[in-house]
């Protein structure tokens, strides 16, 4: 008797099918929709609080500059140079160091200056210099 020669049992190739690769993609798909503007907004909201922070530091600067000298620094480098601060922070919104400077208001005058212009009411400047405080040059920061 002929013995008829042994066949291996069939095995399953063990591969994904087109549509089992199509429904994993829909599915990564789906949920990259929901995690990536999540994602995006976590990015904006910490670059936000990372302004208010350097805002803060920069205003406690200024600050202790005045409490000690008397007067306001009359840049932001002096009080860098002043070692008030390391160096200038960063917006990270516009990622450079430029702030919008606010200059004092004079007191105990009958003379309102306009604090972005350095002049009263009739365009006549006065001599009030300095950095009073400091705003975010951004106009989508909730920091001011």
Do not use: C
Not at 55 to 67: E, M, P, V
Not at 82 to 90: A, G, H, N
């Amino acid at each position: 008797m002929k013995r008829a020669p042994s066949t291996p049992a069939r095995s399953r190739n063990k591969a994904f099918t087109l549509i089992e690769m199509v429904i994993v993609m829909a599915l990564i798909g789906l949920l990259l929709t929901l995690a990536v503007p999540r994602y995006f907004m976590a990015l904006e909201n910490g670059k936000i609080k990372v302004q208010q922070q350097n805002l803060a530091s920069i205003r406690d600067a200024i600050d202790k500059f005045y409490g000690d000298q008397g007067h306001y620094p009359e840049t932001l480098d002096t009080l860098v140079q002043s070692r008030y601060l390391r160096s200038v922070p960063i917006d990270p919104l516009t990622e450079k160091s430029n702030w919008t400077i606010v200059a004092p208001i004079e007191t105990g005058s009958s003379k309102e200056l306009n604090p972005a212009s350095g002049t009263d009411a009739t365009g006549n400047s006065g001599a009030i210099t300095g950095v009073y405080d400091v705003h975010s040059v951004a106009e989508v920061s909730d920091a001011k």
